[in-house]
């Protein structure tokens, strides 16, 4: 790309910039300046600068200027991977942070693959550190060595009497490099075939306080989202999509539309009829002035409640079987106590900040996308069979993201595919080489479909007369996220979605007899990874209902799970230490008069990451409540960033408390029913409880910490809110009254 791109910055991003601020790499107002697909710096994907000087291998760059450039193959969403990523790098290199960058890697799984994943590349399942760290630890000690190896044959030493710290290479005899100044000589070394990596005992890095890599553009407003993106002659498209899940466009009258100064185009799609024109508000008027008459012939005209009575119905049948551990019926039949629960989940919304978008111009030469992007494999591969391209003429530009929960990685690329037909179309009309930037509203994006499934649980237990749990049976109803995407021949498994059953299949508590069904009904409403997938719901339903069996046998629910976990002792150790934290065992000081409170916990291992978290309740006579404190512990292995893992488990414990107190997408006639956060509520903050994390000291490679801290606090909060008022809540969103 050679084409100048002009940054568009808000008033006060122009007032900071006018005080001096520093606008980042690339990012002049009224400049033109190289296109996006060239640049480095925050929220970009760059080619190696003119200052580059020494490429050691995919992920790190060093540059005469003496910045050490870390090519992150993960996208950032706010989850802190490019600090982390940059961390390991820097940690192995000895670089200072000073001087490290961080750029978004190109789409090209040959080299930046999700080792996790195979062939593909993508962030998710809370993989971007577990997956990059043997791999970037060796890329930033191979550009090290090859750094020393320099040092040496210049300065004529031996390589292990040179010493490398804080970005500076030296010598006992006083001569001393930078990186930037051993670059040139660096990169006629030959890469190393193994390299030597840190003792962990000397991290300088890992495991201690770094700044984020993104915090300043963020706070600064120089941060580059889809949203920022301005390229010449660029066009807006909105799309008007059917309010009737399966409705199809019939026809459609355009003529008041086209009236409209600024639009310059209105084509139908598979998706409904889009409006292009110069800039977003333009395109929307003319949105809103199109008339459509849809075809509702193979609408769904259903509902959520049926779709649940379904459900119940569907569960007096067994399922397939995902878990088989003794024979659970006969030990609950000859129990001399039974205990049985159903649990009701709703469709959820990811409801993330920034709603969907992309930016994409079609050429002769290929196909450019610019997008916060999350699955580069699959939408690379998607764009390429839409538009007839090769693979590798799809090229993908990362940028920040501003919030995915798994949204982004859409098993269709839906939007992403939006875009690429509205490109395509207007290609094949003659206008080509014009980028369009689709943008999605609040309502698009909440009623766009691809939502986290709903379920129905149903559990039966039996105790023996000791209070003793003999038998244990899970069944769960729900669509299969992975039907019919790229993950179903390696995790669907005779019938079984994995990820539907994760965190029940698995379920650590030693009990005689286990058995996990499953039911997977197709429905038409579209469903994908919500954070923390399948463990969404089941730990909900495990966890509460072992809540219930210790107050039926008699006993403490923290002694009960201890008992249970005799052999898993990372879960162990994650209870004692929240129990601990919050003063188990302990009374909480007595609320004011007509007010009830409560204690509850709950744990649960999600990627990888075991959590335990307690939380203290207070109930008002009125029925209404606040949970006022949340004590979080997470065993996650190394903390890389240990700042990042704190951020983590506080902002999944208010992601998911906004699922616990509010979450709920209904459709009624087979039309969403929310619209925007006045009907789909999110936590507000001064709903946000005091948030305590303790991290478990581990020597073990990373986990994941992202989606694990999710999952724990509806359950925990259930637990306590009984233990307040002696209630049962077994349906979400969570109502006392």
């Avoid at 019926?329 to 920034?354: C, D, K, N, Q, V």
């Avoid at 005779?494 to 539907?500: A, F, I, M, P, Q």
């Avoid at 008022?725 to 009254?737: E, F, H, I, V």
């Amino acid at each position: 790309m050679s084409e100048p791109i002009v940054v568009n910055l808000s008033r006060s991003r122009r007032a900071f910039l006018k005080a001096g601020g520093a606008a980042g790499a690339g990012l002049v107002l009224g400049v033109h300046v190289p296109a996006l697909a060239q640049m480095g710096g925050p929220g970009r994907a760059g080619a190696t600068s003119a200052a580059a000087g020494f490429t050691p291998n995919a992920f790190v760059r060093i540059g005469r200027d003496n910045t050490v450039t870390v090519v992150a193959k993960h996208v950032e969403m706010g989850q802190g991977a490019y600090t982390g990523l940059a961390t390991i790098v820097a940690e192995e290199l000895d670089a200072a942070w000073s001087q490290v960058r961080v750029v978004g890697a190109p789409a090209d799984a040959s080299r930046y693959n999700n080792l996790f994943w195979g062939q593909a590349q993508g962030t998710g399942g809370s993989t971007a550190i577990a997956n990059s760290w043997e791999q970037l630890r060796n890329a930033g000690a191979a550009a090290r060595a090859m750094l020393v190896a320099a040092a040496a044959k210049r300065w004529n030493v031996p390589a292990d009497s040179i010493v490398v710290s804080a970005g500076l290479v030296s010598h006992a005899s006083g001569r001393k490099a930078t990186f930037g100044e051993l670059a040139e000589a660096a990169a006629a070394i030959p890469a190393p075939t193994s390299v030597a990596l840190k003792d962990p005992k000397r991290f300088v890095y890992i495991g201690k306080h770094v700044p984020r890599t993104d915090s300043a553009a963020k706070s600064n407003g120089t941060a580059l989202f889809t949203q920022d993106v301005q390229l010449p002659n660029m066009l807006t498209a909105v799309v008007l999509h059917a309010p009737r899940i399966g409705a199809r466009v019939r026809a459609f009258d355009a003529n008041a539309v086209r009236a409209i100064p600024g639009v310059r185009h209105v084509i139908e799609i598979p998706g409904g009829v889009a409006v292009i024109a110069t800039n977003f508000w333009t395109a929307k008027k003319g949105r809103d002035a199109l008339k459509v008459d849809w075809n509702d012939n193979r609408a769904w005209t259903g509902s959520t409640d049926e779709v649940m009575a379904a459900y119940r119905k569907l569960a007096e049948k067994p399922g397939k079987v995902a878990r088989a551990d003794g024979d659970a019926a006969t030990a609950i039949a000859g129990a001399a106590r039974t205990l049985e629960a159903s649990f009701e989940f709703p469709y959820l919304a990811h409801a993330a900040m920034e709603p969907m978008n992309c930016v994409m111009r079609l050429s002769d030469a290929g196909c450019e996308i610019w997008n916060g992007e999350q699955f580069h494999t699959g939408d690379q591969m998607a764009v390429a069979q839409l538009t007839g391209l090769p693979p590798d003429k799809v090229t993908i530009t990362m940028l920040y993201a501003g919030g995915s929960f798994g949204r982004r990685a859409n098993p269709s690329s839906d939007y992403v595919l939006e875009c690429a037909e509205i490109v395509t179309r207007l290609a094949k009309a003659g206008t080509k080489n014009v980028p369009v930037k689709l943008v999605w509203t609040r309502e698009d994006d909440m009623r766009g479909g691809y939502y986290r499934p709903a379920y129905f649980h149903a559990l039966k237990a039996g105790l023996d007369a000791s209070g003793a749990i003999v038998g244990w049976q899970h069944r769960i109803v729900g669509q299969s996220i992975l039907e019919g995407t790229l993950f179903e021949k390696v995790m669907v498994k005779d019938g079984v979605d994995g990820t539907s059953v994760e965190g029940a299949a698995n379920l650590p508590y030693s009990i005689p007899a286990i058995q996990v069904d499953l039911h997977s009904p197709w429905q038409p409403v579209t469903v994908q990874w919500w954070r923390s997938v399948g463990s969404t719901h089941t730990a909900f339903s495990t966890e509460t209902f072992l809540d219930e069996l210790a107050t039926a046998a008699g006993k403490d629910p923290v002694a009960l799970r201890r008992a249970l976990l005799a052999k898993h002792p990372r879960h162990l150790a994650v209870l004692d230490l929240a129990a601990s934290e919050a003063g188990w065992g302990q009374p909480l000081p007595p609320g004011k008069p007509g007010e009830k409170r409560g204690r509850g916990v709950a744990v649960h291992e999600s990627f990888n990451t075991v959590v335990a978290q307690v939380v203290d309740v207070t109930v008002r006579a009125d029925q209404g409540f606040s949970v006022d404190r949340v004590v979080c512990a997470v065993d996650c292995g190394i903390a890389v960033n240990p700042d990042i893992v704190r951020a983590q488990m506080e902002g999944g414990i208010g992601y998911g408390l906004s699922a616990a107190l509010y979450g709920a997408i209904t459709v009624k006639d087979g039309a969403v029913e929310q619209s925007n956060f006045h009907d789909y509520p999110v936590l507000r903050i001064n709903e946000m409880p005091k948030v305590d994390v303790h991290i478990v000291p581990s020597g073990e490679k990373p986990t994941g910490v992202g989606e694990p801290a999710t999952p724990v606090i509806a359950p925990a909060l259930a637990n306590a809110l009984f233990a307040a008022t002696g209630k049962r809540l077994r349906t979400l969103p969570l109502k006392l009254a």
